[in-house]
């Protein structure tokens, strides 16, 4: 369990885990409560950015406390370690991308080192554990040998892979390094009726481009909502850095208009509108609003709060979990919404 944060601590993780909020804020704060932050951030996620903001600010600010030192110089090898991993991750990543494209197996990278490079002025705010590559279904045999002849080795069930549209591959010689094989974004078979994020649907949202900020919000919306049933702040400040990327009415219509047409118009209204609520950020709380709400949008944004995120890990957990299970039962339940395209 997580050290409990007061109201005022809870602000200022938020401040904290914005890429975009000043580094100054929270100056003069005791040991243990930054401390409590550090630990709250690196559950959350967002601990490499807390890190940088401090390192911003200099040593010279921080409370003369020889736990808290030894601690944050702990922390900090380890962002350096999670930053070479991501390289290591990238590397391989782009050599099976490479083997895909001379088989003629199209297909994408998605979410971590794209959300870094395109969404966050500093690259190493969003480090990642994993490589995510999207094919259509019918590439997702060709693009299984292929991972496989590039040195890694299947770690999920075959079956339940295929059922999940999810595999998962691990590298011989070294098992930290994780590819996931995707045919499709939504995952939960009893969800997939309602709404897909797939390689042709991300295709259309693009209209020819390449990872528009529309087609990086839809994914960001459809992990936080769809995959992870918001387990950490990260998540939503994925979300949060989607909405700053969206700049121009033209590209807010895209956004709606790929709601419309995967079908994640319920996890639209309700990410975006916890995400402006937790960050203070009128535009995503707008942009969910443009949504007609039903029963199934207003009972979700009933159970999904900030209070809700933010203590997932405490004492708080069990009405936290059983909030985020309802969610996903309104998710299942939830009619699909007629799309003339």
Same mark, same amino acid.
């Given at each position: %369990?997580?050290?409990?944060?007061?109201?005022?601590?809870?602000?200022?993780?938020?401040?904290?885990?914005?890429?975009?909020?000043?580094?100054?804020?929270?100056?003069?704060?005791? @040991?243990?409560?930054?401390?409590?932050?550090?630990?709250?951030?690196?559950?959350?996620?967002?601990?490499?950015? %807390?890190?940088?903001?401090?390192?911003?600010?200099?040593?010279?600010?921080?409370?003369?406390?020889?736990?808290?030192?030894?601690?944050?110089?702990?922390?900090?090898?380890?962002?350096?370690?999670?930053?070479?991993?991501?390289?290591?991750?990238?590397?391989?990543?782009?050599?099976? %991308?490479?083997?895909?494209?001379?088989?003629?197996? &199209? &297909?994408?990278?998605?979410?971590?080192?794209?959300?870094?490079?395109?969404?966050?002025?500093?690259?190493?705010?969003?480090?990642?554990?994993?490589?995510?590559?999207?094919?259509?279904?019918?590439?997702?045999?060709?693009?299984?040998?292929?991972? &496989?002849?590039?040195?890694?080795?299947?770690?999920?069930?075959?079956?339940?892979?295929?059922?999940?549209?999810?595999?998962?591959?691990?590298?011989?010689?070294?098992?930290?390094?994780?590819?996931?094989?995707?045919?499709?974004?939504?995952?939960?078979?009893?969800?997939?009726?309602?709404?897909?994020?797939?390689?042709?649907?991300?295709?259309?949202?693009?209209?020819?481009?390449?990872?528009?900020?529309?087609?990086?919000?839809?994914?960001?919306?459809?992990?936080? @909502?769809?995959?992870?049933?918001?387990?950490?702040?990260?998540?939503?400040?994925?979300?949060?850095?989607?909405?700053?990327?969206?700049?121009?009415?033209?590209?807010?219509?895209?956004?709606?208009?790929?709601?419309?047409?995967?079908?994640?118009?319920?996890?639209?209204?309700?990410?975006?509108?916890?995400?402006?609520?937790?960050?203070?950020?009128?535009?995503?709380?707008?942009?969910?609003?443009?949504?007609?709400?039903?029963?199934?949008?207003?009972?979700?944004?009933?159970?999904?709060?900030?209070?809700?995120?933010?203590?997932?890990?405490?004492?708080?957990?069990?009405?936290?979990?059983?909030?985020?299970?309802?969610?996903?039962?309104?998710?299942?339940?939830?009619?699909?919404?007629?799309?003339? &395209?």
């Amino acid at each position: %369990m997580l050290p409990p944060l007061s109201p005022a601590e809870e602000k200022l993780l938020l401040d904290f885990a914005d890429p975009e909020a000043p580094a100054d804020r929270g100056r003069n704060l005791a @040991a243990s409560s930054l401390k409590a932050l550090l630990a709250n951030a690196e559950f959350h996620g967002v601990l490499p950015i %807390m890190l940088r903001k401090l390192r911003e600010r200099g040593d010279a600010d921080l409370p003369q406390d020889a736990a808290l030192q030894q601690k944050l110089a702990a922390l900090r090898d380890q962002a350096t370690i999670a930053t070479g991993q991501s390289m290591l991750l990238q590397y391989h990543g782009d050599r099976i %991308m490479k083997a895909l494209a001379a088989k003629g197996v &199209a &297909a994408r990278v998605v979410k971590g080192p794209v959300f870094a490079r395109k969404l966050y002025r500093h690259a190493a705010d969003r480090p990642y554990t994993d490589i995510d590559i999207l094919v259509d279904p019918a590439g997702i045999g060709a693009a299984n040998t292929t991972i &496989a002849e590039c040195g890694f080795e299947l770690a999920s069930g075959e079956a339940q892979s295929h059922e999940l549209q999810e595999f998962k591959w691990l590298e011989k010689e070294n098992s930290s390094l994780l590819i996931e094989l995707h045919g499709n974004l939504v995952h939960d078979t009893g969800m997939r009726r309602r709404l897909s994020l797939g390689f042709h649907e991300l295709q259309a949202i693009d209209g020819g481009e390449a990872d528009t900020p529309a087609a990086l919000l839809t994914i960001a919306i459809v992990h936080a @909502a769809g995959g992870h049933k918001f387990h950490r702040l990260q998540l939503c400040v994925d979300v949060l850095q989607g909405v700053r990327a969206l700049r121009s009415p033209e590209a807010e219509a895209r956004l709606l208009e790929a709601a419309r047409m995967t079908g994640i118009e319920l996890e639209l209204a309700t990410v975006l509108n916890v995400t402006g609520r937790l960050f203070d950020e009128p535009r995503a709380i707008a942009l969910a609003n443009r949504i007609k709400p039903d029963l199934s949008i207003r009972l979700a944004k009933w159970l999904i709060t900030g209070n809700m995120l933010l203590r997932v890990n405490s004492r708080e957990k069990m009405r936290s979990r059983l909030s985020r299970d309802a969610f996903r039962w309104i998710q299942r339940l939830a009619r699909p919404r007629p799309y003339l &395209a």
